[in-house]
Each structure stands twice: as C-alpha cells, then as structure tokens.
C-alpha cells in the first residue's frame, strides 16, 4: 500500500492550518482609547417597605417606566434584578458623562422616591460599547 499521497494530503492540510493561523489576526487588547467610565448602580431595599401590594405594583410599574425612558434615551446601558431576594436588589449601568448625572436619574426612579430601593454608585472603567451577549 503506497502511503505516499496520504502523507502529502496530511502534510498539505497542516501546511493550510498553520498558514491560516500566522494570518489570522490575534485578539485586540483594549487600549485606553478603547476604554470608556461607566457609572454602575447597585440597588438595594431601600427603608420603606410596606407599601400594600397595589401602592407596590404602581411603585413598580413607574420604576419600569423610568428604566424604559433611561434606554431609550441612550444614558442606561443594562438594568436588571438579582434573583436571590437579597437586599441587593439589581443593578444599572449608567452610560453618561458625570457621576452627578448619573446620581441626578437614581434620584429621579420612582422607587428610589418611594423608598423602596436606595441607590449605590460607583465609577466603573470598561471597553466602550460594552455589553453581554
């Protein structure tokens, strides 16, 4: 059995594998250009919560309409609750200018009004354009 024209197809592929890797160009490690100041909220159960279940619901629903308006104009990036019913309640990351922005919008939720949630900031440096898949 002549082995030959197996080894050259052998050799071909592995030739076309490695020439396709040296071409391919390598992951991108963000530079500082590439960087950009997030604002990241975490919120928590705020001092008052004991509102009955319709006063809740309504507080609720106004918090989703904030959230909703926010992203639409461009300034929140990702929202979304924890689910371990734990005092940490979700997050907000803020795609604005200034941490006083950022504080002036949390202030602004409904919730944050009601005293239901109170709001933790803090300056958070990613690539720009961030965003889970």
Known sequence: MNLKPFFLFVALLLGAATVQAQTKPAAKEPTDGDMKTYYMAFLKKGPNRGHD??????????HMAHI????????LTL????????????????????????KA??????????GRLVMELHPWYAQKGAKLQ
């Open 68 to 75: 909703n308006k926010m992203a639409a104009e461009g300034k």
């Open 105 to 114: 919008l949390t202030e602004a939720d409904p919730a944050v009004k009601a």
């Open 53 to 62: 279940s319709l006063t809740a619901a309504k507080i609720q629903e106004a």
């Open 79 to 102: 929202a979304g609750p924890f689910l371990d019913d734990g005092d940490l309640r979700g997050i907000f990351i803020f795609n604005v200018r200034t941490m006083e922005e950022a």
